[in-house]
């Protein structure tokens, strides 16, 4: 049976999350200590394929730090996709540095290489590709332009736990990359973020930055200015169970994508995402671009599911079309535009179930025809 509202997404939470939260505040370590914390960031590490992760508290915040970490600041120009999520670009902006906004690729979605290439100035330090609702961006092309321009990366791989580039992980290949555990997120600790790392340096200095600054071999001695951005071990100790459901629940992302892309199959007029064949996309949001159709079209379409109660997401609008990035440099941006008018974000809970994907296409096909 279907049922009545369908999410765009939901956390899927079963008994060993709650087990473990239980479990957290029986022994009253509820605060940012405690064995979770620990051991999160143990089984995150290995499951990533990096020698760090840093727990805090969203996937914001570990974005501020990968940049504090790299010491990027005022007079610094970091490369960031038009089309994203904006706290990749307000990350470079709390350092006081300038995001430049690139261009997207036609098929992926994500920034496109050639584009950042255009965009390198003297000031350039770092590029964050971000793996756009799971598909992997072309990290062989970013790595080779950030090399031969001394930059440094920083993987937003905020939607992609779990995605891979050539069998390894998205997240193990910037000098630091980034998580967020959000409730909407492949898995989830409410509110939550990651930051790893290969670099032992990197990786004391995120810990430090993340703890008010604090010594770590002398307690209430602060050399530098820090941050509270600790994740608390309840949080840790749902991460811990997500953690141990992470191969279930990419499997459910990646089979719900199946399951769309069988019954979306051959409807003119829509363009599925892609797989290439080296990646794994994870799909955190199974995606469609509307070929024919503008942005006020797609509103159209979203307001006409929504009587289906079906609830959608358009595309993410650009950010230099936003106030707080108006006018910043960019790349033309002409892909990313007709992707960010064209682009909706359909129903990607893991608790989905084949019937409601086939009531979700079937309505989307109606509405195609009708509208
Ligand atoms: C690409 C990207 N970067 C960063 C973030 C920020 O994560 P959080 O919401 O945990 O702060 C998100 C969250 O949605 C995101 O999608």
Redesign the pocket.
């Known amino acids: 049976m279907v049922k009545k509202f369908i999410p765009v997404s939901e956390p899927n939470l079963k008994k060993k999350e709650l087990d473990y939260v239980v479990d957290t505040i029986k022994s009253t370590w509820i605060s940012s200590k405690g064995k979770y914390i620990d051991k999160f960031e143990k089984m995150f590490a290995e499951y990533i394929g990096v020698n760090y992760a840093i727990s805090v508290s969203?996937?914001?915040?570990?974005?501020h730090l990968a940049l504090l970490a790299l010491n990027i600041g005022p007079g610094d120009e970091v490369i960031v996709p038009n089309l994203?999520?904006i706290?990749?670009a307000n990350?470079v902006a709390y350092v006081g540095a300038t995001p430049v906004f690139a261009d997207s690729e036609k098929d992926t979605w994500d920034i496109d290489p050639k584009s950042i290439e255009r965009l390198i100035t003297k000031k350039t330090k770092a590029i964050i590709p971000?793996?756009?609702y799971g598909n992997p961006c072309n990290m062989n092309a970013i790595i080779k332009i950030a090399k031969a321009n001394n930059l440094f990366v920083i993987e937003?791989a905020?939607?992609a736990i779990g995605s891979e580039y050539f069998g390894q992980k998205t997240g193990s290949f910037g000098d630091i990359s980034?998580f967020?555990?959000?409730g909407?997120?492949t898995i989830t600790t409410g509110?939550?973020?990651m930051v790893v790392t290969n670099d032992r340096e990197i990786a004391n200095k995120l810990g430090i930055l993340k703890g008010q600054g604090m010594n770590p071999n002398k307690r209430y001695w602060f050399d530098i200015i820090g941050y509270n951005y600790r994740m608390t071990n309840i949080q840790a100790a749902i991460g811990c169970a997500q953690m141990e459901r992470v191969d279930e629940l990419v499997e459910a992302k990646r089979n719900i994508a199946k399951l769309y892309n069988k019954y979306f199959m051959d409807i003119p007029g829509i363009t599925l995402p892609v797989e290439k064949n080296h990646t794994i996309n994870t799909y955190w949001m199974y995606s469609i671009i509307l070929d024919n159709y503008c942005r006020e079209g797609r509103e159209k379409l979203r307001k006409e599911l929504e009587k289906s109660e079906i609830e959608t997401r358009p595309f993410f609008y650009l950010l230099t079309e936003m106030p707080p990035y108006n006018g910043h440099k960019s790349d033309g941006c002409k892909i990313a535009k007709l992707l960010a008018d064209k682009g909706l974000n359909l129903p990607s809970s893991t608790l989905l179930k084949e019937e409601e994907i086939e009531y979700i296409c079937g309505k989307v096909k109606k509405c195609l025809k009708e509208l």
Not at 58 to 63: M, Q
Request: charged share 15%.
């Open positions: 969203n996937g914001t915040v570990a974005l994203t999520y706290a990749t990350s971000v793996h756009l937003d905020a939607e980034t967020s555990f959000y909407n997120k509110e939550g973020g």
